[in-house]
């Protein structure tokens, strides 16, 4: 595919609001790791003011906030991850789509005819490219314009920040 392909700007433009969307919600789940970590390490400092235990019970203690920290890390990550190692996948392009065409109505139906076409280009006859390609240059010519960036939910993220940020006050509160 040539980079002045209208198909290719299309696509593109599609995978690159997949990959933002799936590098904000990958960076939420850092933040959301961080505060499981966080409230972690203020229970095992309450348990171990009020057990005062030995080295052995804090080494206990360490251990368990590690391991803890590291499988709330794999959990939270695992899914955004995998979802932005699968951005090439025709499926995707076609829900970021509909998501676009929700949200602008004028070229909703011009979009995803356009990625059906796109996917079923090898079984149309070599005459008909030329109208796939007008048909993509048309949508090219519509979504110009048009912002795909603003179908994405950042709600998540700040809800994420705000939660991070209040463990690790009371995580520097609790240790100062």
């Known amino acids: 595919m040539r980079?002045?392909?209208p198909i290719y700007h299309i696509i593109?433009?599609?995978?690159?609001?997949?990959?933002?969307?799936q590098f904000m919600k990958l960076h939420a789940a850092f933040m959301n790791a961080c505060s499981v970590s966080s409230i972690v390490?203020?229970?095992?400092?309450?348990?171990e003011l009020f057990a005062q235990g030995n080295i052995a019970f804090r080494t206990f203690l360490f251990a368990s906030w590690v391991i803890l920290s590291v499988v709330s890390l794999l959990m939270f990550t695992l899914i955004p991850f995998r979802q932005l190692l699968l951005s090439s996948?025709?499926?995707?392009?076609d829900s970021?789509?509909?998501?676009?065409?929700?949200?602008?109505?004028?070229?909703?139906?011009t979009l995803q005819n356009a990625l059906q076409l796109i996917q079923t280009k090898?079984?149309?006859?070599?005459?008909a490219i030329p109208f796939i390609q007008a048909a993509f240059e048309d949508v090219l010519h519509k979504t110009h314009e048009k912002d795909f960036y603003l179908i994405i939910d950042e709600q998540e993220r700040k809800r994420s920040l705000l939660f991070m940020m209040i463990s690790l006050g009371m995580t520097i509160m609790l240790f100062i």
């Open 12 to 21: 593109e433009r599609l995978r690159s609001v997949h990959r933002r969307e």
């Open 89 to 93: 996948s025709n499926h995707v392009y």
């Open 3 to 5: 980079t002045e392909d």
């Open 96 to 109: 970021i789509a509909s998501r676009v065409g929700a949200l602008f109505t004028d070229i909703r139906d």
């Open 41 to 47: 390490l203020i229970f095992c400092a309450i348990v």
């Open 122 to 127: 090898d079984s149309y006859p070599a005459s």
